[in-house]
Each structure stands twice: as structure tokens, then as C-alpha cells.
């Protein structure tokens, strides 16, 4: 159901990703920013759409 934990280094390094791209592609903004507010307890589902996104 995806409430499993992720690695949550893992998950930092793809969400850093997403807010440098978003310099470049604003579009992606909303989506980053909401993904961020999960940095310090991510699951696998918030792991899966922030890989869909990247």
C-alpha cells in the first residue's frame, strides 16, 4: 500500500534533483515542492511519484 518506509538519503538525493531542475522547468515546481515536504519521513509511495517526476 506503499506506507513502508524509504531510504530517506535515497529519497533527499532524487528530491535535490527535482528543485535544481525546476531553475530550468518551472513546471515541475508544484510537484517538487510538495514532495519536499516529505524529506524527513518518505514512503515507498512518495519514493515511486518523485521517480516519476524525475
Sequence with gaps: ???EMADES???QIVGSLLYLTATRPDIMF???LLARFMHNPTRKHMGTAKRVL
Design 10 to 12: 535515497e529519497y533527499r
Design 31 to 33: 510537484a517538487s515542492s
Design 1 to 3: 500500500d506503499g506506507s
